[in-house]
């Protein structure tokens, strides 16, 4: 469900394997991959996969596994769209960013959400064609038939590991997104370069003190260290600019109000101040409402 750059890739290489996929998706795509196949292009091989597509969410109603894979901004809409269609036996899993999906989601559903975090990089290159840009393993809560669901994706070479610690691992990964992405997204920055500007580093701190003081109050342990995995983006993805910067871009919604916005939200409800995640928040938010005007620069 969300046939974009997580959606194609992941039932890319389950219908590849030979699973049976459908994807769920805009007409543009849909109509492309019907036409032509699904465009997977990886950084050693490109193939052209067939499988079945539609617009229609009624299109999970054969499905024995559903993988959510919308942005965070669009749970609820998606997810009222697929409920009527469900079957009662199938299995839900989120695949996005962001620390509430699951949840939210299971509230639309009525059903449990198994949460995943997705730990790939891709992106759509144009309809129906999806690029793969490194790694696709997932790491998931515990559910009873997870065995099946991880032979699987065995089968199609994605790794599964089963974590009772995927909230955690959410949050260390909703603390990056905190720390980069309004700022690539307000400088029009890739990393690299973003945190060579002076005091860049020191935002970032106060960004990830304020994330990590929230996910105390909420009773999460955050696994590892988070500032060492923050200083290790700025090289492992030197050249790239942030999903929120992409999405400002193209005058897409961003994630924000899932990002810097949720810990803004979770840090008033413990009575915490975090005037950093506020001010960026803000300003992407101001950004979205066109002000000042996107430059017109073509996302690279
Ligand atoms: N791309 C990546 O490398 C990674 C992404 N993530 C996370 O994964 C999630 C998905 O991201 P990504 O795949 O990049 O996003 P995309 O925007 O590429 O894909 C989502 C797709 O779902 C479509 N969609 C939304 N609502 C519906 C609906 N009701 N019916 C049919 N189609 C719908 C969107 O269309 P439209 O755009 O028209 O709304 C879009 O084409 C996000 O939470 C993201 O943060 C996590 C790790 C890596
Ligand atoms: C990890 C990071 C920051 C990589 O760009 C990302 O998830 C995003 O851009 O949303």
Redesign the pocket.
């Known amino acids: 469900?969300?046939?974009?750059?997580?959606?194609?890739?992941y039932g890319g290489m389950l219908a590849r394997a030979g699973h049976d996929v459908t994807l769920?998706?805009?007409p543009a795509?849909v109509q492309a991959i019907q036409q032509q196949g699904l465009r997977l292009q990886t950084r050693d091989w490109t193939e052209r996969i067939a499988l079945q597509a539609t617009?229609d969410?009624n299109g999970v109603a054969s499905a024995d596994v559903v993988l959510f894979?919308?942005?965070?901004?669009?749970t609820e809409?998606?997810g009222a769209?697929?409920r009527p269609h469900l079957s009662p036996q199938a299995t839900v899993l989120s695949?996005?960013?962001?620390v509430d999906?699951a949840p939210r989601l299971a509230a639309v559903l009525g059903r449990p959400v198994i949460p995943a975090v997705?730990?790939?990089?891709?992106?759509?290159a144009g309809p129906g064609h999806v690029q793969h840009?490194g790694r696709g393993e997932l790491v998931i809560s515990p559910y009873p038939d997870a065995d099946a669901f991880i032979a699987a994706c065995a089968q199609a070479g994605i790794g599964v590991t089963v974590s009772e610690e995927v909230q955690g691992a959410l949050w260390a990964?909703l603390i990056i997104?905190c720390a980069y992405n309004a700022l690539s997204a307000l400088t029009q920055l890739p990393y690299a370069r973003l945190v060579q500007l002076e005091g860049m580093w020191a935002v970032m701190r106060d960004i990830e003190r304020e994330c990590l003081a929230v996910a105390a109050a909420e009773g999460v342990a955050v696994p590892g260290d988070t500032w060492a995995a923050i200083e290790g983006i700025a090289q492992s993805m030197a050249t790239q600019l942030s999903?929120t910067a992409r999405d400002l871009m193209r005058g897409?919604p961003s994630?924000i109000d899932?990002i810097n916005g949720y810990v803004i939200r979770r840090a008033e409800a413990h009575g915490l101040p975090v005037p950093a995640n506020r001010l960026l928040h803000a300003l992407v938010r101001a950004r979205e409402a066109g002000h000042p005007p996107m430059p017109t620069a073509s996302a690279p």
């Open positions: 469900m969300g046939a974009g750059a997580v959606g194609c890739y769920i998706g805009r795509h617009t969410a894979c919308v942005k965070s901004t669009d809409t998606a769209q697929m695949l996005q960013n962001g999906n997705v730990y790939v990089a891709s992106g759509m840009h990964k997104n999903s897409h994630e899932h």
